[in-house]
């Protein structure tokens, strides 16, 4: 980040223009952090936090203060840290073998820092509320990483049962690590695809190291934000084409931009929107900036000459709009002049209840659907996800939400692909309802392929099916779960 010629130049710009250099850089990094902030996509704008950390490290030397992160833990056996929240400097900085475990009174499961705990096998709990910072030093914790329960000062029966569900987790973990190469087929030969979601070349040598099949989705925004102006079409090849070589062959679903009202660009005149979330976003957008996208397709389509490439379109509700991106998608191919590329899949993102209730209308027209399960929960729940005070309601094992990925899954038949990308798919529970389902695709971030890898191996597709028709008629997630 420090290398950001743009950063540093606005910076030096404050500064030029008779500003402190302390004010001038704590100015320029909110505004770069203050971007990332406003993107519907709750894990690039989970990255704000990372361009505020940084800054404060800066901004400590610019005061005198220390830059490193203080070591601060007491010696003494492993312990549980309690805190309000955790930038990624301090979850980098974490040693595994001093902290048990991780509980936030705030924190988001998208944020960096919950994703380098989870990289670093550290379980957490986040949202826990503020009442947790009120539990005295000393005091016995027992906590699941995994389902997000916490015991404050558990009994020693209730201590037992924590520690004896620990101990078959450990075994779980080092089986699916030795296993993250080998394909993921239920206990009765259902083969699913389990594939990584990332955001830059570097996340994709991380995605094949922990035996990603695929990247399942490549948010290409990375390469739009912070900028005075978009990407060519030379420099986001050279993007896409380092995602591809990273994946060594394997195949690479591109997400076309994804950006909307909510996250003003320079180079984008975009009007202000009351709700933004329901407003000029995704293929929306793209349509409405016809250069911007064809630009896009064509960076895509020359990378799919020589890699297995999926193009997936954004936040999808009518044929129209599948159909206007099609045909851009022709002219890229017709301007590259080397026909359609072996391989090109396309396909679009479900995140719209509409969609999803009319999936059968788009099938003659794709390859296949993913359905980003964080955005579909919110707009079917009337829940904003990243809004706390209704972040209970926002669940993705909801009968409702279930009912629209069944809907998904029937249109689809045999005959079309059904991938899940949200964060629904890192639940072992939830992977079980979705194979059940019909899902046949699961991608996640990196860390937690091997994971879900091993869940996969543990389902019978069969008795799946029968429990994810049951699901669709519970009264509540609540129900589901049990």
């Excluded at 203080?70 to 929240?85: F, K, N, R, S, T």
């Excluded at 990289?119 to 539990?135: C, D, I, K, T």
């Excluded at 020693?156 to 080998?182: G, H, Y």
């Excluded at 994971?451 to 029968?466: E, L, N, T």
């Amino acid at each position: 980040m420090l290398d950001d010629p743009e950063l540093v130049e606005d910076a030096g710009a404050g500064i030029g223009n008779g500003a402190a250099a302390e004010r001038a850089w704590s100015d320029a990094a909110e505004r770069a952090a203050a971007a990332f902030d406003a993107l519907p996509d709750p894990y690039l704008a989970a990255r704000a936090a990372d361009v505020r950390a940084v800054g404060d490290q800066v901004l400590r030397v610019l005061v005198g203060g220390a830059a490193d992160i203080p070591d601060d833990h007491a010696d003494g056996p492993p312990a549980v840290l309690v805190a309000a929240d955790l930038t990624p400097a301090r979850a980098a900085a974490l040693d595994p073998a001093r902290v048990a475990a991780v509980v936030l009174a705030g924190g988001s499961p998208t944020a960096h820092s919950a994703i380098l705990l989870r990289a670093r096998g550290v379980p957490a709990v986040l949202g826990a509320g503020a009442q947790v910072l009120e539990v005295p030093d000393g005091t016995l914790i027992a906590l699941d990483g995994t389902t997000g329960e916490l015991v404050v000062d558990p009994a020693p029966d209730t201590v037992a049962v924590f520690r004896e569900r620990a101990a078959a987790q450990a075994v779980r973990d080092r089986e699916a690590r030795e296993r993250s190469a080998a394909p993921a087929v239920t206990r009765d030969g259902v083969t699913v695809l389990v594939g990584a979601n990332v955001g830059s070349p570097a996340e994709a040598t991380a995605a094949v190291a922990g035996g990603a099949d695929l990247v399942g989705l490549v948010r290409t925004e990375f390469l739009f934000l912070g900028r005075a102006a978009a990407p060519d079409v030379d420099e986001q090849e050279a993007a896409y084409r380092a995602v591809a070589i990273a994946l060594g062959g394997k195949r690479i679903t591109l997400r076309t931009l994804d950006v909307g009202g909510d996250k003003p660009l320079p180079y984008l005149p975009l009007p202000a929107e009351a709700n933004p979330f329901l407003g000029l976003r995704g293929i929306r957008l793209a349509t409405a900036f016809p250069d911007l996208l064809a630009d896009q397709l064509l960076a895509a389509v020359r990378v799919a000459h020589d890699a297995p490439v999926s193009l997936m379109f954004p936040m999808v509700t009518t044929l129209d709009e599948l159909v206007v991106a099609r045909r851009a998608l022709d002219a890229a191919i017709a301007r590259e002049g080397r026909g359609t590329p072996p391989g090109l899949e396309v396909g679009i993102m479900v995140e719209v209840p509409a969609a999803a209730l009319k999936a059968a209308a788009f099938v003659p027209h794709v390859d296949f659907f993913s359905i980003g399960t964080n955005d579909l929960t919110q707009y079917a729940l009337a829940a904003e996800r990243g809004n706390p005070a209704v972040a209970a309601l926002a669940d993705p094992l909801d009968p409702g939400v279930l009912r629209l990925v069944d809907a998904v899954c029937r249109a689809a038949g045999e005959r079309v692909l059904v991938a899940v990308c949200g964060e629904a798919a890192a639940d072992p529970l939830a992977a079980e309802l979705l194979v059940g389902l019909g899902v046949r695709e699961l991608s996640v971030a990196p860390p937690a392929v091997a994971g879900v890898k091993q869940a996969v191996r543990d389902v019978d597709a069969a008795r799946a099916a029968a429990r994810a028709t049951a699901a669709l008629t519970a009264s509540g997630p609540a129900d589901v779960r049990h």
